[in-house]
């Protein structure tokens, strides 16, 4: 049974930036892909980024593509993702979660993708 712990959200200004992270452990671990999400108040969960741990291929949603960066370090099997240019209307809950299988980019990018999800963390934009 994985489990998932994101840390390094916060309440920050505009324009600012974030770097989140999220560490993957327990049991016999194994990786196939790692992505990050968000939910903001009723509103729908949303794709952000995605991963594949085997080749490092990486792929981002349209909203955050050329703002956020994705990245991993596989010997702590952990993945970052880099918020730059932060807006308020990034204020959101930002979720990371774990594929176990040998994934194509296309299931990263859905939330049926992923076996596993972390408790959150919350992004705050505002002036």
């Known amino acids: 049974q994985a489990q998932?712990?994101?840390s390094g959200g916060g309440f920050v200004q505009p324009g600012d930036s974030l770097r989140l992270s999220c560490v993957a452990s327990?049991?016999?671990?194994s990786i196939g892909g790692m992505?990050?999400?968000r939910q903001a108040p009723g509103k729908e969960r949303q794709f952000l980024?995605?991963?594949r741990w085997s080749d490092n291929n990486s792929f981002y949603g349209?909203?955050?593509k050329g703002r956020f960066t994705i990245s991993r370090d596989r010997a702590k099997n952990t993945v970052y993702?880099?918020?730059n240019s932060l807006k308020p209307e990034d204020t959101a809950v930002y979720y990371c979660a774990l594929n176990q299988g040998r994934p194509i980019m296309s299931t990263l990018t859905s939330r049926q993708g992923y076996?596993?999800?972390g408790q959150g963390t919350q992004?705050?934009?505002s002036s």
Do not use: D, K, N
């Not at 327990?26 to 671990?29: E, K």
């Open 35 to 37: 992505g990050w999400f």
């Open 81 to 83: 993702l880099s918020l």
């Open 4 to 6: 998932l712990v994101e």
């Open 62 to 64: 349209s909203s955050v």
């Open 123 to 125: 992004v705050t934009v």
């Open 115 to 117: 076996e596993f999800w």
């Open 49 to 51: 980024a995605a991963i």
């Open 26 to 29: 327990g049991g016999t671990l």
